[in-house]
């Protein structure tokens, strides 16, 4: 399912019988919400990459946040926890729905330290709220980024939602560190992040690489390397990707014509945002419309 409202996407991957995904993207000014029923065999994951969302239950009368850079785990097979989630402007989030049969199959060696797989908590409700490791954000980028092959996509998500288990799971912190060397600093990774925020913001005239790495205090070096590891892309080639699917969501709005897209995503004269939209989309801007 993949449902787009105006500059908010959702989409939800089944990946198997039990064994769900979904994805929140919302880069509008306004809270959008979701729904969705779902039965109390069922763990719930939440990840907030960045933002803030807000989880309502029994019509409202209580509530959790899911804050920015943590994510909270869901278990009470004595009740329904249907979804009914507000998503807050600029945020971004990933959720997981497994039944416990299936997180049963993936862990039962593990049940030992995962408390709620015990013999003697596994009728007892569970609730968890922890920091995002940098490993595992690393891994939820990559999953929003995937750009692969349609016909494969599903498979390579499903290979890297197991990754995320396991690395969410992981007993021994120390390891952490072995997955990603320059990620152990996690001031690094904030910094990284600040990195993100300022191209987007500033993607009509984006600082140099070396003003970027000034202006969130780390060398050029690490500014590359941290960048790489944690979106996946190089910084330019990450902006242009933003900045073309940006301009493809403007176009849909029928409020601006070409020439006025292109200035919003940094491009001086219509052909060569004309040329860069159809690198990324194959199609000119023009003929992207007339297909809607």
């Known amino acids: 399912m993949f449902k787009n409202v105006g500059e908010s996407t959702i989409e939800e991957v089944n990946l198997e019988n039990g064994f ?7 880069e509008s000014a306004v809270k959008q919400t979701f729904e969705r029923t779902i039965n109390s065999t069922f763990i719930q994951l939440h990840f907030c990459l960045r933002g803030n969302s ?15 850079n943590r994510s909270i785990l869901l278990y009470n097979p004595q009740r329904t926890l249907p979804i009914n989630l507000e998503i807050q402007p600029k945020t971004t989030l990933i959720s997981l729905l497994i039944s416990i049969e299936k997180f049963h199959s993936l862990f039962s060696k593990e049940s030992g330290y995962i408390s709620f797989l015990s013999n003697e908590n596994s009728h007892k409700k569970y609730y968890d709220d922890s920091e995002i490791k940098p490993n595992v954000a690393i891994v939820l980028q990559q999953i929003i980024n995937a750009n692969v092959n349609s016909s494969i996509r599903e498979l390579y998500i499903k290979g890297k939602i197991y990754e995320l288990l396991s690395l969410h799971f992981q007993k021994d912190e120390a390891s952490i560190g072995e997955y990603c060397p320059f990620l152990v600093d996690e001031q690094n990774v904030l910094k990284i ?14 600082p140099s690489l070396q003003e970027l790495a000034n202006e969130i205090g780390l060398n050029l070096k690490k500014l590359k390397e941290g960048f790489k590891q944690i979106y996946g892309d190089t910084v330019y080639s990450f902006l242009f990707d933003y900045k073309m699917e940006y301009a493809r969501k403007l176009l849909e709005t029928n409020q601006y014509n070409v020439n006025e897209v292109g200035i919003q995503v940094g491009y001086s004269t219509a052909s060569h945002f004309i040329a860069a939209f159809r690198k990324k989309f194959g199609t000119t801007p023009k003929k992207y419309i007339m297909s809607l």
């Open 193 to 206: 992040r600040k990195a993100k925020e300022i191209i987007i913001s500033r993607m009509a005239e984006p």
């Open 20 to 26: 769900y995904v979904l994805h929140f993207q919302n």
């Open 54 to 68: 807000k989880f309502l239950f029994n019509n409202g009368s209580y509530s959790f946040d899911v804050l920015d």
